[in-house]
């Protein structure tokens, strides 16, 4: 297993970020979502979304939908 040093020297921005999120008190790892956006459409992206919120119910309650962290990588463009 590497160091988190070695780590942070090999780790893309939105990499660190989501490893500084993890470590939140108030954010359940299960709520982040990672999405590399390089190159969709935006039919891609409506479905990576569906999806992403599909796969991730494991954190909604009985009281209702629980909020999920996305971070979107490697955004230049959204085609259509």
């Known amino acids: 297993m590497a160091s988190a040093a ?3 020297r090999t780790a893309t921005p939105t ?5 500084a999120l ?3 008190d108030d954010v359940d ?3 982040i979502v990672y999405l ?3 190159g969709m459409s935006a039919r891609d992206l409506t479905r990576a979304i569906v999806i992403g919120r599909d796969l991730t119910r494991s954190v909604d309650t009985s009281s209702g939908a629980t909020r999920r962290v996305w971070l979107l990588d490697e955004v230049t463009s959204i085609d259509g």
């Open 29 to 31: 790892p299960r709520q």
């Open 22 to 24: 993890c470590g939140r």
């Open 36 to 38: 590399p956006a390089d």
């Open 15 to 19: 990499q660190i970020q989501k490893l």
């Open 6 to 8: 070695a780590t942070a």
